[in-house]
């Protein structure tokens, strides 16, 4: 089992830059593929990004690719998502997510999830 704290969300201007940052616990971190999602109100939850256990492989959603890199360090526990270029439509609570395998193409199918961060983009 993984637990996952997301931080590194704030206010931002159209155009602007994020780095996400999320804190994974347990011994088995190198085993989980992490993928990010984020929410908005009366929406439905919406992937982002995701990466396997090593790094080697990641995976965007058309909306962000470009402007996103995901990326990990396995020795510290943790996975990033670098936003550039950031608009007003990426506004949404964005959450860390982990699964056991490595079927980072599926965005369903992850068990374990952080709470989320708030990302406000400004027009």
């Known amino acids: 089992q993984v637990q996952l704290v997301e931080s590194g969300g704030g206010l931002v201007q159209a155009g602007g830059s994020l780095r996400l940052s999320c804190a994974a616990s347990?011994?088995?971190?190198?085993?989980?593929?992490m993928g990010w999602f984020r929410r908005t109100p009366g929406k439905e939850r919406e992937f982002v990004a995701a990466i396997n256990w090593r790094g080697g492989r990641v995976y965007y959603a058309d909306s962000v690719k470009g402007r996103f890199t995901i990326s990990r360090d396995n020795a510290k526990n943790m996975v990033y998502l670098q936003m550039n270029s950031l608009k007003p439509g990426d506004t949404a609570v964005y959450y860390c997510?982990?699964?056991?395998?490595?079927?980072?193409?599926?965005?369903?199918?992850?068990?374990?999830w952080g709470q989320g961060t708030q990302v406000t983009v400004s027009s």
């Open positions: 997510a982990a699964r056991p395998d490595d079927a980072i193409n599926y965005v369903v199918g992850y068990p374990y």
């Open positions: 347990g011994r088995t971190f190198s085993s989980y593929a």
